[in-house]
């Protein structure tokens, strides 16, 4: 009720029912525009030209869609490289431009990827100046003093170059997959030391889907997030018959901290 919703091409004109537009959103609940960001307000929240009320204005997601027969919508993805990730929008360009701010990084990019269905990731490909070797761990916090935790890769990866498609954009489907071995940035692996340690260990293993968890690994470098960390306090109460505050993984956010926790 009182939201108007318009498919529209780049000339604001209607898209005919089956044909990808972008989604348009109008009425009653419409923010006035972007905090103390008067350009991007005025390039996306403009003039609602389909009902030519004085003053109305209309919301440019940047989502493509497109009607179906029945009226319902098909969302078909992002006209920018904007992703949204467990309720947050995240402009990936953002976090590149901060990583290219650092002197020792000469390129970067970042992306999203899906290992699983539902599960979202971001990657941070970096390469560094004169071809020396980057303190991946030092750029993470870097990140860390600069953005919220959503927005920090669980991945970070070293390449020598970006890879780029014949006309000289940014090939990304050539840019290599993550693994295990690029998630555990901080520090060497050390195994479990008591039954706690091993309990928590498997309990991260499990829902961070990583075959090897160390007692020294950082539950965010290993790509957790808050709702992994929700899952994590559930099997911790189910095992352990104790109920921590969500807060606490995030006070403690290794195996060695979280068991000292426990006790």
């Given amino acids: 009720a009182n939201i108007q919703i318009h498919l529209l091409d780049d000339h604001q004109q209607l898209i005919p029912s089956g044909l990808p537009g972008e989604l348009h959103i109008g009425g009653v609940g419409l923010a006035r525009g972007y905090h103390r960001r008067p350009d991007l307000t005025a390039a996306t929240f403009i003039p609602d030209s ?12 940047g989502d493509l869609a497109r009607y179906r027969p029945d009226g319902l919508l098909d969302f078909l993805g992002r006209r920018d490289h904007q992703v949204k990730m467990r309720g947050f929008r995240i402009e990936p360009g953002e976090i590149e431009s901060l990583l290219m701010q650092r002197q020792d990084v000469d390129k970067a990019v970042v992306l999203c990827a899906e290992e699983r269905p539902g599960e979202k990731f971001l990657v941070a490909y970096v390469v560094p100046r004169h071809n020396s070797s980057l303190d991946l761990p ?16 669980g991945f970070f990866i070293q390449l020598q170059d970006i890879p780029l498609t014949p006309n000289g ?25 008591n ?69």
Avoid: C
Avoid at 138 to 153: E, H, N
Avoid at 170 to 184: G, Q, T, V, Y
């Fill in 50 to 61: 389909l009902t030519g009320r004085q003053g109305k204005r209309v919301y440019k997601t």
């Fill in 138 to 153: 030092a750029i993470r916090s870097y990140l860390g003093t600069q953005l919220p935790d959503f927005m920090i890769p």
């Fill in 169 to 193: 954009k940014i090939d990304r489907r050539a840019l290599p997959k993550p693994d295990e071995s690029d998630k555990r940035l901080q520090t060497a692996f050390v195994p479990p030391r």
């Fill in 195 to 263: 039954p706690d340690e091993e309990l928590l260990a498997g309990i991260w293993g499990k829902v961070l889907h990583v075959s090897q968890v160390g007692i020294h690994d950082n539950f965010f470098s290993l790509g957790g997030h808050s709702l992994f960390a929700t899952k994590i306090m559930s099997r911790i109460k189910s095992e352990f018959s104790i109920e921590l505050p969500l807060g606490a993984l995030f006070e403690f956010p290794t195996v060695a901290g979280l068991a000292k926790a426990l006790k």
